[in-house]
T-cell receptor, first 113, second 116 residues
Framework: GDSVTQMEGPVTLSEEAFLTINCTYT??????LFWYVQYPGEGLQLLLK?????DKGSNKGFEATYRKETTSFHLEKGSVQVSDSAVYFC????????????FGKGTRLHILP | GAVVSQHPSWVICKSGTSVKIECRSL??????MFWYRQFPKQSLMLMAT?????????EQGVEKDKFLINHASLTLSTLTVTSAHPEDSSFYIC????????????FGQGTRLTVV
């Protein structure tokens, strides 16, 4: 079945460091891919998305490129800030087949000042 | 972006009582909403898919009689935890789908349920 695998955390970085959170997926067909962010005590917010191969999603300095050949959607940011500390979820959706979003287990990110 | 409101944000209840959690799409109509449960180590578990005007579709292992879902209108879905027990304590999150051609899911802020 469809699944999402992302690197386990927690990930701890210093402010202004480069961030990569790996995400790979397994799916039939052509899923849409997402990164969601969850700040402490809150629900999930969509960070960025890509709906087809080679699309690049970007928002707030974060980027991720839909790589069909490697079935990956790695999240990157060139210079992280303390305010980026949160839990990040990689997800895929199969809207054209069934109405589901499948999440990875989440990666907790700690940014040290 | 679109707004999904979840109420209450947190609730404490006694064992054996029932608790209702509401999920509202404030500025769009949602024929499909989802209910998730988030466990302490972050993972989100899809509990059920709620479709307006029809019965919810529950994921395997989720007790239908314990987690009652009602999607009576295009802007409201409710989750009722019946006869709550301490093991039901968790963070519950709803999401609503907006759009057909360019579907996107929007999430509520979550409800922290503590059963004592």
């Amino acid at each position: 079945g469809d699944s999402v695998t992302q690197m386990e955390g927690p990930v701890t970085l210093s402010e202004e460091a480069f961030l990569t959170i790996n995400c790979t997926y397994t799916a039939t067909g052509y899923p849409s891919l997402f990164w969601y962010v969850q700040y402490p005590g809150e629900g999930l917010q969509l960070l960025l998305k890509a709906t087809k191969a080679d699309d690049k999603g970007s928002n707030k300095g974060f980027e991720a490129t839909y790589r069909k050949e490697t079935t990956s959607f790695h999240l990157e940011k060139g210079s992280v800030q303390v305010s980026d500390s949160a839990v990040y979820f990689c997800a895929l959706s199969t809207w054209n087949r069934d109405d589901k979003i499948i999440f990875g287990k989440g990666t907790r990110l700690h940014i040290l000042p | 972006g679109a707004v999904v409101s979840q109420h209450p944000s947190w609730v404490i209840c006694k064992s054996g009582t029932s608790v209702k959690i509401e999920c509202r799409s404030l500025d769009f109509q949602a024929t499909t909403m989802f209910w998730y449960r988030q466990f302490p180590k972050q993972s989100l578990m899809l509990m059920a898919t709620s479709n307006e005007g029809s019965k919810a579709t529950y994921e395997q292992g989720v007790e239908k009689d314990k987690f009652l879902i009602n999607h009576a209108s295009l802007t409201l879905s409710t989750l009722t935890v019946t006869s709550a027990h301490p093991e039901d304590s968790s963070f519950y999150i709803c999401s609503a789908l907006r759009g057909i051609a360019n579907t996107e899911a929007f999430f509520g802020q979550g409800t922290r349920l503590t059963v004592v």
